[in-house]
């Protein structure tokens, strides 16, 4: 069976930071690339980061460049998200992905999901 699983969600005060991870099992992802997306209450789940396969290519939505940073293990299968700056906009269920295609930005260029990780950043 086949899973993502997120874990470093929390309740942060605005400006502090949280690592989140994302670990696979069930295959390997070594060529998949790997993105996070996020959905706040009542707003439709959008693009946050992603690394493609071999980690040398990342890419960042326009509001959390410069704050957030996405990288990779492979030989671990795990992906990581470092966000930093947090901001009370920032709050959401934060879902890694991964998938096989070219693209990176849409939820549909991805074939695997986990469950989601709760991020709240309180004012």
């Known amino acids: 069976q086949v899973q993502l699983v997120e874990s470093g969600g929390g309740l942060v005060q605005a400006g502090g930071s949280l690592r989140l991870s994302c670990a696979a099992s069930?295959?390997?992802?070594?060529?998949?690339?790997k993105g996070w997306f996020r959905q706040a209450p009542g707003k439709e789940r959008e693009f946050v980061a992603a690394?493609?396969?071999?980690?040398?290519?990342?890419y960042y939505a326009d509001s959390v460049k410069g704050r957030f940073t996405i990288s990779r293990d492979n030989a671990k299968n795990t992906v990581y998200l470092q966000m930093s700056s947090l901001k009370p906009e920032d709050t959401g269920v934060y879902y890694c992905?991964?998938?096989?295609?070219?693209?990176?930005?849409?939820?549909?260029?991805?074939?695997?999901w986990g469950q989601g990780t709760q991020v709240t950043v309180s004012s």
């Open positions: 992905a991964a998938g096989v295609n070219a693209g990176v930005y849409s939820d549909w260029n991805y074939d695997y």
């Open positions: 690394i493609s396969w071999s980690g040398s290519n990342t």
């Open positions: 069930g295959r390997t992802f070594r060529n998949y690339k």
